[in-house]
């Protein structure tokens, strides 16, 4: 296949994935979740030459980089907006944009918020994509071991912030007949999959994405087709 339609077909079977990538980490902004996704295939055509056999990972490595430019972004904006005297109206859009503090998941999600970006990064990409650990490495940009040791590291942190949350936040059970698991712990990966159970593979169901034609321009238009 030419590089056009390498990128035609990476468009059709992985434009919902690379969206629910973005709409998981820009909660209640589906404008900006929109202008992203743009942007992601704005690169990935520009790059059309640079897309792997397998361009998932490789797509989520670039919506990575295009949502760090819109978080910048968007925090610049709300800085301008609490100078202007809005202090209320980002303090509402905030509460607006955090999870559900009653919902079985929300000690997770608060453990969860408490690492580093990097550490997040990574435990969603196991969790909420659902990547092996060399597809990881390619979204990352590093090698599969490097990926290996954050994944794992990662997990350990957040097994060290959950075990810190549960006592203030989840009575503990009365004494049971039955064992309790070896470490008396749940496994992390599980919980975040389990706070965030939105399917996250594309196998090729659901609606058609919008036209590519109307992402950043029309770039699938006859004066690129055979660019």
């Not at 690379?18 to 902004?29: D, E, I, K, N, Q």
């Not at 797509?59 to 925090?75: I, K, P, S, T, W």
């Not at 435990?123 to 490495?137: K, M, N």
């Not at 999959?193 to 238009?221: E, K, N, Y």
Request: glycine share 8%; hydrophobic share 35%; charged share 30%.
């Amino acid at each position: 296949m030419s590089n056009d339609e390498i990128f035609a077909a990476a468009y059709r079977e992985h434009y919902w994935a690379v969206s629910r990538y973005v709409a998981r980490r820009l909660p209640g902004r589906p404008d900006e979740v929109e202008e992203v996704v743009a942007e992601v295939f704005t690169v990935a055509w520009r790059r059309r030459r640079d897309l792997p056999d397998a361009p998932l990972p490789w797509l989520y490595g670039v919506a990575r980089n295009c949502l760090a430019n819109a978080v910048r972004g968007y925090g610049r904006r709300r800085r301008l907006v609490d100078r202007l005297g809005n202090d209320e109206a980002a303090h509402g859009r905030h509460i607006m944009d955090s999870p559900d503090t009653e919902g079985p998941g929300a000690w997770v999600h608060e453990a969860l918020a408490r690492l580093s970006p990097a550490d997040q990064e990574v435990l969603r990409l196991a969790a909420w994509e659902e990547l092996g650990t060399d597809e990881i490495a390619v979204a990352l940009g590093c090698g599969t071991r490097a990926a290996v040791m954050r994944l794992h590291r990662a997990r350990n942190r957040l097994r060290a912030q959950i075990d810190r949350i549960r006592p203030a936040t989840v009575a503990e059970p009365p004494p049971v007949e039955q064992s309790p698991p070896a470490d008396g712990r749940p496994d992390p990966g599980h919980a975040v999959a389990t706070a965030r159970a939105t399917p996250a593979r594309d196998h090729g169901h659901g609606p058609r994405p919008p036209h590519p034609a109307g992402v950043r321009g029309a770039h699938l238009s006859k004066d690129h087709r055979h660019a």
